[in-house]
């Protein structure tokens, strides 16, 4: 059998649109998600180990060891973020692993929906907690504020309208904490669904 050439161009070119979705597919499969279910729903985060290898190993390595059941999302700033992880509705700092390297330069950013690592003055300081982006917070890339900025590792792909609702609950002072919210937003579980 003999194929003319535009057969043969349009075959091959079929072979490379087959090929390059393939690709993409086997990228999207080798990127984990962690389904969060809290008591305001649920919303499933698809993280990045390829931009942000450390940080997703040490995010999954809380996850595996059910660090976050029982966490709550102690600072809420509408028009900001959200955080957790690190806390229990009682205000208590729980245990944490040692801190990681900060990986705030791998091209991800600070996008609405996104997920990063909150940490102190230290960039490398990051440890369990998180805060998930309510905003374009384009002030929190590296090298901003401070010089690192903040290491975003994943993004919420299922249940922003949970994350929505999470932005907009009263909140006030509790001890030394601010924008706390009034009544406990807790995670009652966090586990890996791919």
């Known amino acids: 059998m003999t194929l003319s050439r535009r057969t043969l161009t349009l075959t091959l070119a079929g072979i490379v649109l087959t090929s390059a979705s393939g690709l993409a597919m086997a990228q999207d499969a080798a990127k984990p998600r962690v389904k969060f ?24 390595r ?3 060891d059910k660090h976050y059941e029982g966490t709550v999302f102690h600072r809420v700033i509408d028009g900001f973020m959200i955080q957790g992880g690190g806390f229990t509705a009682d ?5 944490n692993r040692a801190p990681i390297d900060l990986e705030a330069k791998n091209g991800l950013k600070n996008d609405r929906y996104t997920i990063a690592m909150a940490r102190t003055g230290n960039p490398n300081s990051a440890t369990s907690q998180f805060f998930i982006n309510v905003a374009n917070n384009d002030m929190l890339n590296a090298p901003q504020p401070d010089g690192h900025g903040y290491a975003v590792f994943g993004k919420v792909v299922q249940g922003q309208a949970v994350i929505d609702k999470i932005r907009t609950v009263p909140t006030g ?3 030394m904490h601010q924008n706390v919210p009034t009544s406990a937003i807790t995670i009652t579980s966090a586990a890996l669904i791919k």
């Open 37 to 60: 279910t809290t008591n305001m729903g649920e919303f499933v985060v698809e993280l990045e180990p390829t931009k942000a290898p450390k940080t997703v190993e040490n995010f999954l």
């Open 62 to 64: 809380y996850v595996a």
């Open 91 to 95: 205000m208590q700092q729980k245990t």
């Open 173 to 175: 002072n509790r001890g």
